[in-house]
């Protein structure tokens, strides 16, 4: 791990250990394994802990995400027109859990309790892109829009 990160803490301060948690996210992405030990070392804290308070916090990732970010609304709108059933279906066709990212790092697939465009229910927010009014039968068509597509072409290949 970049000791760089560690110059702008005290050792042995544990009260670092929170932002030394997201700056190792920021820079990677997520929180490996070997960059958990070095914080422990680093705050003297047992790794059990930081392990702890790692999986305590929703902001924090123990696995890297994938090239595509699928969030499904599961807000009160969503819910009443059957959002369950669009996330089963996605969860089937990536072979995947909520929470949880694709063999192959295309798909990393989320829950959100509400992405606030309630007026499309039910809706998915594929990275920046805003699938509403989707059925089950839609999902097999979005997700190979995204198969083949770097995120960073989305934008461009949703215009």
Same mark, same amino acid.
């Given at each position: 791990m970049h000791n760089k990160i560690f110059e702008n803490y005290l050792p042995n301060d544990r009260s670092t250990?929170?932002? !030394?948690l997201q700056e @190792?996210? %920021?820079i990677y992405g997520y929180l490996p394994e070997n960059a958990l030990r070095d914080i422990s070392d680093f705050v003297k804290v047992p790794l059990s802990r930081v392990y702890g308070v790692a999986t305590?916090? %929703?902001q924090f990732r123990l696995t890297p995400l994938g090239e595509n970010i699928i969030r499904v609304c599961r *807000?009160?709108?969503c819910h009443v027109k059957n959002s369950a059933n669009i996330l089963f279906a996605?969860?089937?066709e !990536? *072979? @995947?859990q909520a929470g949880q990212t694709t063999r192959d790092k295309k798909f990393t697939l989320e829950v959100v309790n509400c992405i606030g465009a309630c007026s499309i229910a039910p809706v998915i927010l594929v990275n920046d892109d805003y699938h509403g009014r989707i059925t089950v039968k839609d999902i097999p068509k979005i997700l190979k829009k995204y198969q083949t597509v770097k995120k960073t072409d989305t934008a461009e290949a949703t215009k």
């Amino acid at each position: 791990m970049h000791n760089k990160i560690f110059e702008n803490y005290l050792p042995n301060d544990r009260s670092t250990l929170i932002p !030394l948690l997201q700056e @190792v996210q %920021n820079i990677y992405g997520y929180l490996p394994e070997n960059a958990l030990r070095d914080i422990s070392d680093f705050v003297k804290v047992p790794l059990s802990r930081v392990y702890g308070v790692a999986t305590f916090y %929703n902001q924090f990732r123990l696995t890297p995400l994938g090239e595509n970010i699928i969030r499904v609304c599961r *807000g009160t709108a969503c819910h009443v027109k059957n959002s369950a059933n669009i996330l089963f279906a996605l969860e089937s066709e !990536l *072979g @995947v859990q909520a929470g949880q990212t694709t063999r192959d790092k295309k798909f990393t697939l989320e829950v959100v309790n509400c992405i606030g465009a309630c007026s499309i229910a039910p809706v998915i927010l594929v990275n920046d892109d805003y699938h509403g009014r989707i059925t089950v039968k839609d999902i097999p068509k979005i997700l190979k829009k995204y198969q083949t597509v770097k995120k960073t072409d989305t934008a461009e290949a949703t215009k």
